[in-house]
């Protein structure tokens, strides 16, 4: 499964509501985000790599994870907050685990501004842009 396959389905099953799109990708991660072994899960064994493996340790359930929540996280509150959660998560992270996890920092780093972008893109849509194509398709 790629984040595109999951996103496409998540905005299927949500009838195009963007925000709860996210929300449902987000919370399909939160379920299993403390259990030891996660790697492990069904889910998880489908899991397309999001990240080089920097870190050495198999860790993509949680690059996963940390993606969906902050791009959430960025779409609801744009771009510079975002980085700063992200940036505060990875210091958390590190406080707490005494180890430097290049992969999930590089998701912390980046994930938010790709929300913020999204919802950028989204409140520049115009509806006249689709009614023109609309237009056009049917003429043809």
Same mark, same amino acid.
């Given at each position: 499964?790629?984040? $595109?396959?999951?996103?496409?389905? $998540? ?9 709860? !799109?996210?929300l449902?990708?987000? +919370?399909?991660? !939160? ?8 790697e492990?899960l $069904? ?11 920097? !870190?050495?340790? @198999? @860790?993509?359930?949680?690059?996963w994870?940390?993606?969906? /929540? ?7 509150? /744009?771009?510079?907050s ?9 210091? /958390? ?6 180890? @430097?996890?290049? @992969? ?9 501004p ?9 409140? +520049? ?9 609309e +237009? ?5």
């Open positions: 499964m790629t984040l $595109s396959e999951l996103f496409r389905k $998540s905005y299927q099953l949500n009838a195009g509501d963007v925000y709860l !799109s996210l449902t990708a987000t +919370n399909v991660f !939160s379920r299993f985000w403390f259990l030891k072994g996660r492990t $069904s889910i998880a064994t489908r899991l397309k790599l999001i990240t080089a493996e920097q !870190s050495g340790e @198999d @860790d993509n359930y949680g690059s994870h940390h993606f969906w /929540g902050l791009v959430l996280f960025g779409y609801c509150h /744009g771009a510079t975002s980085k700063l959660v992200g940036w505060l998560e990875s210091m /958390g992270s590190q406080r707490v685990t005494k180890t @430097d996890e290049a @992969d999930e920092n590089y998701v912390n780093h980046h994930a938010g790709v929300g913020a972008d999204l919802r950028k893109e989204i409140e +520049n849509w115009s509806s006249d842009r689709f009614e023109a194509s +237009n056009t398709r049917h003429a043809n």
